[in-house]
């Protein structure tokens, strides 16, 4: 770890502290003496998601992120409620306790997430995400959508009386 104000290349763990998804070290630069904290998301080195051809690739946040955030566009979801999200499937992720993990597992995930958050945004990446392969779950997740909003009262107040 190259110090910071030096750059010199060698510098000292003087402290190290692991939090739940990342670890801080507290190093000191042997040339200089400056201080300062690293950290490091510790578990991302070690899993890898495999691809349907088989490939095996290097777990990405960013990349998972920017899946997610795509189909969260526009919605109208509380602050950081997407960036929370992103880590529970993350989370969740690391959880298994496997180091290949395939990327269908991961997409499955994030649907189902995404499903607790919004409906429209799970659609969303159902849609890309199995590339309308699989139309039966497509349709239920619509269903469920449309059931969903008849259920919600307030729907119902500002059109005309249903027949009862
Ligand atoms: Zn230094």
Do not use: W
């Amino acid at each position: 770890m190259r110090c910071p104000f030096c750059g010199a290349p060698e510098s000292r763990v003087i402290d190290s502290r692991g939090l739940d998804e990342e670890v801080r070290r507290r190093r000191m630069c042997s040339a200089c003496g400056a201080r300062f904290t690293t950290s490091e998301r510790i578990q991302n080195h070690a899993l890898y998601v495999v691809k349907k051809d088989g490939r095996r690739e290097a777990y990405d946040r960013e990349k998972l992120a920017t899946g997610i955030r795509k189909a969260c566009e526009k919605r109208p979801l509380p602050m950081g409620s997407v960036e929370r999200l992103i880590t529970t499937v993350e989370e969740r992720l690391h959880g298994l306790g496997r180091a290949e993990i395939p990327s269908s597992v991961v997409g499955d995930l994030v649907m189902e997430e995404l499903e607790k958050v919004d409906h429209i945004a799970y659609i969303r990446f159902a849609s890309v995400y199995r590339e309308f392969a699989d139309i039966g779950a497509l349709k239920e997740a619509l269903d469920s959508l449309t059931a969903g909003q008849k259920a919600r009262p307030s729907d119902s107040e500002n059109s005309p009386a249903p027949h009862r």
